[in-house]
């Protein structure tokens, strides 16, 4: 019976020795771990982005003639700047006006129902 005790003991001290060396070598191992997860980007992070105002397109001159030519099919007056373009008689009296090298802004005014009431372009600025 006494002779078993000694043999439990060293059993015992090995076996402590094992677990607190294994609990030694881990912890560096887990904030190693812990350190290369924050590193790692978060696809759910909110992410705030400063965004401007999108600017209306621009058209050019060209594409201003092209819209004038093609009056016909849009059933609706053009007016380029102060000149209301109604029928093809008026593109061809003064399209001239138009600045091809110019861009222009459009805008388009509607009526109660959503039909295109006027195509407006104005030369930017």
């Keep these: 019976m006494y002779m078993n005790v000694p043999q439990r003991?060293?059993?015992l001290f090995f076996s402590l020795t094992i677990l607190i060396s294994g609990i030694g070598f881990s912890i560096p191992q887990l904030q190693d771990i812990s350190k290369g997860l924050?590193?790692?980007k978060n696809p759910y992070k909110p992410i705030v982005e400063v965004t401007e105002i999108p600017k209306a397109p621009l058209y050019s001159g060209s594409q201003v003639i092209g819209q004038l030519i093609d009056i016909g099919t849009n059933k609706a007056?053009?007016?380029v700047d102060d000149v209301t373009f109604?029928?093809?008689s008026d593109v061809k009296n003064?399209?001239?006006?138009?600045?091809?090298?110019?861009s222009y802004l459009q805008q388009i005014e509607r009526?109660?129902?959503g039909t295109i009431k006027k195509i407006i372009f104005t030369k930017e600025v």
């Design 9 to 11: 003991a060293i059993g």
């Design 38 to 40: 924050d590193q790692i």
């Design 77 to 79: 007056p053009i007016q």
């Design 86 to 88: 109604l029928n093809d």
């Design 94 to 102: 003064n399209q001239n006006i138009v600045d091809l090298p110019s």
């Design 111 to 113: 009526n109660p129902d």
